[in-house]
T-cell receptor, first 112, second 114 residues
Framework: GDSVTQMEGPVTLSEEAFLTINCTYT??????LFWYVQYPGEGLQLLLKATKADDKGSNKGFEATYRKETTSFHLEKGSVQVSDSAVYFCALSKPNTDKLIFGTGTRLQVFP | EPEVTQTPSHQVTQMGQEVILRCVPISNHLYFYWYRQILGQKVEFLVSFYNNEISEKSEIFDDQFSVERPDGSNFTLKIRSTKLEDSAMYFC????????????FGPGTRLLVL
């Protein structure tokens, strides 16, 4: 069935370091892809999304490109801040279905 | 900014007891969802609800689970007879006029079954 695989955490970085969190997916058809972020004590918030191949989603300095040839949607940020410390979830959805299919989440810890 | 709220934030119950988890979706949203995350595992879809009926459910959502929108603001998940394996974080979400729109999540209820 359809699934999402994320790199295991925690990812620990110093402030201003480059961030990559890997995400790959398995799905038939043409899924939409998402990154959600969960800050401590809060719900999951949509960070960015892409709905078709080669689309790039971006928000708050984060980017991810929908790569159909490698079935990937890796999250990147050029310079992380302490305030980016959170859990990041990669997810997909399919047309004609309501549900989101999530990965396990990757905890990011950024130290000053 | 409108947000989804959930109560309680934590719930501890004995195996076999009934629990009701409550959610207040964003006020003009029409689609409602429950997800859960067992510790260390993936966030899993349980059920979606639209127009006062279930529109989709997963294999996890068996007869022990039910959902209800008892009034114009609340959306509840009931587990009739809890099992140890029901211990998880339960997330409520809502979306606007289409199930394909962005889903907005609440902070979750952590359920512990002893």
């Amino acid at each position: 069935g359809d699934s999402v695989t994320q790199m295991e955490g925690p990812v620990t970085l110093s402030e201003e370091a480059f961030l990559t969190i890997n995400c790959t997916y398995t799905a038939t058809g043409y899924p939409s892809l998402f990154w959600y972020v969960q800050y401590p004590g809060e719900g999951l918030q949509l960070l960015l999304k892409a709905t078709k191949a080669d689309d790039k989603g971006s928000n708050k300095g984060f980017e991810a490109t929908y790569r159909k040839e490698t079935t990937s949607f890796h999250l990147e940020k050029g310079s992380v801040q302490v305030s980016d410390s959170a859990v990041y979830f990669c997810a997909l959805s399919k047309p004609n279905t309501d549900k989101l299919i999530f990965g396990t989440g990757t905890r990011l810890q950024v130290f000053p | 900014e409108p947000e989804v709220t959930q109560t309680p934030s934590h719930q501890v119950t004995q195996m076999g007891q009934e629990v009701i988890l409550r959610c207040v979706p964003i006020s003009n949203h029409l689609y409602f969802y429950w997800y859960r995350q067992i510790l260390g595992q993936k966030v899993e879809f349980l059920v979606s609800f639209y127009n006062n009926e279930i529109s989709e459910k997963s294999e996890i959502f068996d007869d022990q689970f039910s959902v209800e929108r008892p009034d114009g603001s609340n959306f509840t998940l009931k587990i009739r007879s809890t099992k140890l394996e029901d211990s998880a974080m339960y997330f409520c979400a809502s979306s606007g006029t289409s199930g394909l729109e962005t889903q907005y999540f609440g902070p979750g209820t952590r359920l512990l079954v002893l």
